[in-house]
Structures are given as C-alpha cells and as structure tokens.
C-alpha cells in the first residue's frame, strides 16, 4: 500500500502501516522517507508468521494510537484462526472513526461448516471461513457488513472482501 500511495500520488493525510514481520517493517522505516508514514511490528502470535509472541486478546493493544478512516486488513484473516480474528475486529473497532470504513479480505468457502485450516501442516496458511460464521464474529464486535465482494478468479491471492462500518 505504501508503495502505491508514493507512486500514484494518492493524497492521504496519514497512513500507518503494522505487521509483524520485523524486516519488512525494518526496510520500510528506512526507505520510505515521506512524514505521512509510520510503520511498526506488532510482536503479536501468530502461528506462521510469529509463533513465539504473546497471543492476541480482545484487550491487546495496537502499536500506534489513533483513530483511522480507513482500516485495511489485505491478506490478514487469511491467516487468523477465529479467536485471533474475533480479537482484531474488537480491537480495529477501537480504532476507526465514526464515519470510517472497515475493509478486510479473508478466504470463503461454503463447504466449511465455521472455520477450516485449508493447510492443516502449517497453520495459519489458509484460515478459510463460512461468510455466515465469519459475519457473526464481524456484527458480535460492533460491526456492519456493508458488502461482500467476490474473489478474483483470476488471482488467487485477492480473496472475498468485506466492507464494514461501526455500528
């Protein structure tokens, strides 16, 4: 996302971006020399990309403060077992605006019943959610599910994608 707010011109007061991958986050900190931008790791569980951290509460505490218009999760409960991602949306829903958007991408399958590891070797791989289950974890945390947007039959990696508001 930083690489396209620069290089299209994309007018934005802010923007934070988190991860908890540490180089990634490293690299931007000392490429990106722009003052709109601030990036932080998250020490956060998470059982591919950071299996040794803390584990994610409804009570955690993200590593920038603020409130946001936008909060976009691209690639991220595509990768969250339902605890973690019934945490975030409580969490996120601290963090927006009242008027601001909630826009996640996540991996949907009507097969699964509520919620199936699709790469049961390694987990976090491949969460892939029911949108009835997936809907009941967005509106029990405070949330409108506005749209559902299909996947990309041509890309694999761009998924469903929810658009929510605070209600």
Same mark, same amino acid.
């Given at each position: 996302?930083?690489? &396209?707010?620069?290089?299209?011109?994309?007018?934005?007061?802010?923007?934070?971006?988190?991860?908890?991958?540490?180089?990634?986050?490293?690299?931007?900190?000392?490429?990106? %020399?722009? !003052?709109?931008?601030?990036?932080?790791?998250?020490?956060? %569980?998470? !059982?591919?990309?950071?299996?040794?951290?803390?584990?994610?509460?409804?009570?955690?505490?993200?590593?920038?403060?603020?409130?946001?218009?936008?909060?976009?999760?691209?690639?991220?409960?595509? %990768?969250? !077992?339902p605890d973690d991602a019934? /945490?975030?949306?409580?969490?996120?829903?601290?963090?927006? +605006?009242?008027?601001? +958007?909630?826009?996640?991408?996540?991996?949907?399958?009507? &097969?699964?019943?509520?919620?199936?590891?699709? /790469?049961?070797?390694?987990?976090?791989?491949?969460? &892939?959610?029911?949108?009835?289950?997936?809907?009941?974890?967005?509106?029990?945390?405070?949330?409108?599910?506005?749209?559902? %947007?299909?996947?990309? !039959?041509?890309?694999e990696f761009i998924q469903?994608?929810?658009?929510?508001?605070?209600?």
């Amino acid at each position: 996302f930083a690489q &396209t707010i620069i290089n299209c011109d994309v007018p934005i007061r802010s923007y934070a971006g988190i991860d908890v991958d540490e180089p990634l986050i490293r690299f931007l900190r000392e490429e990106v %020399h722009d !003052p709109r931008f601030t990036f932080a790791r998250w020490d956060i %569980h998470n !059982p591919l990309y950071n299996p040794q951290a803390p584990r994610m509460t409804r009570e955690s505490v993200l590593p920038v403060e603020g409130e946001f218009d936008v909060i976009w999760l691209f690639s991220v409960f595509t %990768h969250l !077992p339902p605890d973690d991602a019934d /945490a975030l949306l409580a969490i996120m829903r601290r963090h927006l +605006r009242r008027d601001g +958007r909630l826009l996640f991408s996540a991996f949907l399958d009507p &097969t699964v019943a509520t919620f199936e590891e699709k /790469a049961p070797d390694s987990p976090g791989l491949r969460s &892939t959610y029911n949108e009835g289950f997936l809907r009941s974890l967005v509106e029990r945390n405070g949330w409108q599910v506005l749209a559902v %947007h299909d996947k990309d !039959p041509e890309n694999e990696f761009i998924q469903h994608r929810f658009v929510c508001v605070a209600t």
